[in-house]
């Protein structure tokens, strides 16, 4: 069967973006939109009973016609509703018509879907996991990061000396500039053999100020400006060896800042674009999709510092399978597998904290499964998340075929993750 499209799906409160990828290509492309950009502004609206989004729906604010609704995000999560003529709509099923519709260039063939915000919650990402999954995207195949991880994925499929010490992004809205800086952890924490990496935000108030917007239009304030970003530029910088800096968001599309890009491009190399989140989020898809491996891993304060494996086969090759990853989100790691024993005796888990460096075994005793020879014993294991720290496995016969059919055994395991157990 041929592999559908990965999409890398940015959002925020004004547009969004769509970087996608298909197999035996070089690397992800960017949708186009139109001459001017690649973003679509998030805006849906109906005139005579025709939907449109985008800049078409934005007309029919400024002209006064029809109905169009903008900040879907917000008004999805908040619960409203919108009424025009006798119908009435709820702000979910108008995001989910708007992404239904920016998605409309590549119909049913979507094999999986990373939505890249500014900033996650367990609540914006359940509204995105279930509008993906309504529009059939299988639900293990959908996932949501931030900004800071996407940039992150972004720079582990660019050379590794881009990134061999620390990158900086800097992103510039009309009215603020926020830098990330990605940095690789101590060596030495987890098994040895991974890399972990995280990213350290910083926010410039001064440019909160009324004078920063669009400082083009006075030249002093464009002047005022360029030595403000310069000062924060040093302040980023200060004790750090930056290996690549990368300029995104509106604000840069402007020569504004001469003085700073100066300072920007000593002894480094600096990079300026519009898709760097979209195109991170479809790397992310690859990973997770195609490879399989996390290495690098991406780590924050929301991620689990825990691994849990079991010793089992895969494709010929004996490994520790991870059923829970590091830097997973709790609330994506809900999953299911189907395994065959060889025989009847206990799954063990290895238990692996970054936190403490410890690794912990923990017994499921298999004991009142019914007896069946070798290699037809099929069993289903489950893991749920109750909470950040609470994990519940569960282990159940599934029968093998026509042979033996399913039993009523089943066995649950709660565990204790993040030193919640101390």
Known sequence: MEQGYLIGYEINEKSCQISYYKAKELEPQTLEVDGENDFIPICVGNFRGTWVMGRDALRLLKVKEGFAVTRLLERGLAGEQFDYGDESYEGVWLLSK?????????????????FSVPELSEDLANLLRTIATR???????????????????????????????ESALFHCERTEIKAYVMRRL??????????????????????????????VIDTEKAKDADLQFSKFIDLVFKKRIISSVFLTGEGFENEWF???????????RAFMGNNLYSKGACYAAYRKLYTHVEDPVYLSE??????????????????????????????????????????????ELQIESLLDGTIKT???????????????????????????KTCKITVRDVGFGEFFPPSDFKVEKILRLGGSDE
């Open 186 to 215: 101590m060596q030495g924490i987890g098994d040895g053999k991974t890399t972990f990496v995280t990213v350290d935000e910083m926010i410039n108030s001064q440019m909160k100020e009324s004078a920063f917007i669009y400082p």
């Open 362 to 388: 923990e017994v499921i005793s298999l004991h009142g499964f019914p007896s069946r020879t070798e290699y037809s014993m099929r069993l289903q294991i489950e893991t749920l998340f109750l909470d950040e």
């Open 98 to 114: 708007f992404i239904q519709m920016t998605l409309e260039p590549f119909k049913d063939n979507i094999e999986g879907i990373v």
């Open 302 to 347: 929301n991620k689990l510092s825990d691994k849990i494996t079991i010793s089992m086969r895969v494709l010929g090759q004996d490994m520790a399978y991870p059923i829970v990853s590091w830097g997973a989100r709790w609330y994506e790691s809900n999953n299911q597998w189907e395994v065959l024993i060889k025989e009847v005796k206990d799954i």
């Open 135 to 165: 529009m059939n995207i299988p639900k293990h195949n959908i996932f949501i990061q931030d900004y800071k991880e996407s940039f992150c994925n972004y720079l582990f499929y660019q050379p590794k000396d881009l990134w061999q010490y």
């Open 258 to 268: 001469s003085k700073s890009l100066r300072s920007i491009c000593q002894g480094r």
